[in-house]
């Protein structure tokens, strides 16, 4: 490998692995930091690939397309962490890549997941790994019902788990959930969702984004609430513990660290996901340097920006049929702005764009959120 450079001179070309709209709205943000961005997936017309300079369509293990892929760029991330661990380890003897194969296996496997998070000092829920029926009842005993089931890898937006509340729910659960082994969690009774956005740059500098609170519908994000309306010590703690995440991971770029607000005010960890996350859209209009310029400034080599709210903020997912009717709408208020994702089919589910409104600060009450909603 040829030593690269860092900070990265304007027009070196940054590597991508994935196509979505994460991809897209980093690769836009490169743009504007002087940079190129090469797409890698194995689909094409990916909405990441309408807005780079080059492409490669190709398996995550074609070990030669990645090699011609390394040779052509001067570092590699990640828009997703569904790329296989293998695909980093092929690509980093050859190029940087930011995040690297470790960050990358912890956070797409849920077993390695809780167990980091254990020992970087985020409470999880009690969990255990299952891999036979009987041990999936012996866990059920341990822990108790209700209790989430879910696959070790590849779910998201509520795929791959099942809620168990009664015992004769665990057979159906444990045959339709695979790959196996699967991961069995305590159902947790949380008051809100949270999460928290960190950066952290080559040089170990670590910057947080305000502590978001988020609603799901369908178990896909619909809105989130910057600041989230929890006690300071509460979204303090969601920082702090966001930041010590990325710092025991060594990460180079941005993570997002989901939470569960329990009523007594206590945190526990849920997910990391180590790239731009859906939370953290709002930053793109509310904030000076966006998650997206974060990340790719801390990809380049260059210093991490700021990550002060100029603007309280609501984020409202488009999805499927149902959000992009509301696109007309939302584009004629002059005051929230619409970001869509270039997809050509707007299917049930899918996420097509986003919409931001602004508010000013310290303004994001319950008469403020009500016209949010009633306008998003």
Same mark, same amino acid.
């Given at each position: 490998?040829?030593?690269?450079?860092?900070?990265?001179?304007?027009?070196?070309?940054?590597?991508?692995?994935?196509?979505?709209?994460?991809?897209?709205?980093?690769?836009?943000?490169?743009?504007?930091?002087?940079?190129?961005?090469?797409?890698?997936?194995?689909?094409?017309?990916?909405?990441?690939?309408?807005?780079?300079?080059?492409?490669?369509?190709?398996?995550?293990?074609?070990?030669?397309?990645?090699?011609?892929?390394?040779?052509?760029?001067?570092?590699?991330?990640?828009?997703?962490?569904?790329?296989?661990?293998? $695909?980093?380890?092929?690509? /980093?003897?050859?190029?940087?890549? @930011?995040?690297?194969?470790?960050? +990358? %296996?912890?956070?797409?496997? *849920?077993?390695?997941?809780?167990?980091?998070?254990?020992?970087?000092?985020?409470?999880?829920?009690?969990?255990?790994?299952?891999?036979?029926?009987?041990?999936?009842?012996?866990?059920?005993?341990?822990?108790?019902?209700?209790?989430?089931l879910k696959t070790t890898r590849l779910g998201y937006d509520g795929r791959g788990q099942a809620v168990l509340r009664t015992q004769e729910d665990l057979?159906p659960a444990w045959e339709r959930l695979s790959p196996k082994p699967l991961i069995l969690e305590a159902f947790v009774p949380f008051t809100q969702e949270i999460s928290a956005i960190a950066a952290?740059?080559?040089?170990?500098? $670590?910057?947080?984004?305000? /502590?978001?609170?988020?609603?799901? @519908?369908?178990?896909?994000?619909? +809105? %989130?609430?910057?600041?989230? *309306?929890?006690?300071?010590?509460?979204?303090?703690?969601?920082?702090?513990?966001?930041?010590?995440?990325?710092?025991?991971?060594?990460?180079?770029?941005?993570?997002?660290?989901?939470?569960?607000?329990?009523?007594?005010?206590?945190?526990?960890?849920?997910?990391?996901?180590?790239?731009?996350?859906?939370?953290?859209?709002?930053?793109?209009?509310?904030?000076?340097?966006?998650?997206?310029?974060?990340?790719?400034?801390?990809?380049?080599?260059?210093?991490?920006?700021?990550?002060?709210?100029?603007?309280?903020?609501?984020?409202?997912?488009?999805?499927?049929?149902?959000?992009?009717?509301?696109?007309?709408?939302?584009?004629?208020?002059?005051?929230?702005?619409?970001?869509?994702?270039?997809?050509?089919?707007?299917?049930?589910?899918?996420?097509?764009?986003?919409?931001?409104?602004?508010?000013?600060?310290?303004?994001?009450?319950?008469?403020?959120?009500?016209?949010?909603?009633?306008?998003?």
């Amino acid at each position: 490998m040829s030593e690269t450079r860092f900070p990265l001179p304007p027009n070196a070309t940054i590597g991508i692995l994935g196509g979505g709209q994460l991809g897209r709205m980093s690769a836009l943000a490169a743009a504007e930091l002087g940079y190129r961005c090469h797409i890698y997936a194995p689909q094409d017309d990916e909405p990441a690939m309408l807005v780079s300079a080059a492409r490669t369509v190709a398996g995550y293990e074609d070990e030669a397309a990645l090699a011609a892929f390394a040779a052509a760029v001067d570092v590699v991330t990640l828009e997703f962490e569904n790329v296989p661990v293998r $695909t980093l380890e092929i690509l /980093a003897p050859l190029v940087p890549c @930011r995040p690297g194969p470790r960050a +990358l %296996s912890v956070c797409q496997d *849920r077993l390695q997941e809780k167990a980091f998070l254990e020992s970087a000092g985020v409470p999880v829920a009690p969990w255990a790994v299952v891999t036979s029926e009987p041990e999936l009842r012996e866990a059920v005993a341990r822990i108790g019902l209700p209790a989430v089931l879910k696959t070790t890898r590849l779910g998201y937006d509520g795929r791959g788990q099942a809620v168990l509340r009664t015992q004769e729910d665990l057979a159906p659960a444990w045959e339709r959930l695979s790959p196996k082994p699967l991961i069995l969690e305590a159902f947790v009774p949380f008051t809100q969702e949270i999460s928290a956005i960190a950066a952290r740059g080559a040089d170990g500098a $670590t910057a947080v984004y305000d /502590a978001v609170e988020n609603q799901h @519908r369908h178990h896909i994000l619909d +809105l %989130s609430f910057a600041p989230a *309306r929890v006690p300071e010590e509460v979204a303090a703690q969601a920082r702090a513990h966001a930041a010590r995440v990325a710092e025991a991971l060594e990460l180079v770029g941005v993570l997002a660290v989901e939470f569960f607000l329990l009523p007594d005010g206590r945190l526990l960890g849920n997910e990391i996901a180590p790239r731009p996350h859906n939370s953290g859209h709002w930053t793109q209009d509310a904030c000076q340097s966006s998650q997206f310029h974060q990340h790719m400034r801390a990809v380049a080599g260059l210093p991490l920006g700021g990550t002060a709210r100029h603007s309280d903020a609501v984020m409202r997912n488009l999805v499927g049929p149902e959000g992009m009717a509301r696109v007309s709408a939302l584009q004629a208020q002059s005051d929230v702005s619409v970001h869509l994702y270039g997809k050509a089919s707007a299917r049930p589910g899918r996420k097509m764009g986003h919409a931001n409104r602004l508010f000013p600060l310290g303004t994001l009450g319950k008469e403020a959120v009500a016209e949010a909603l009633s306008e998003l």
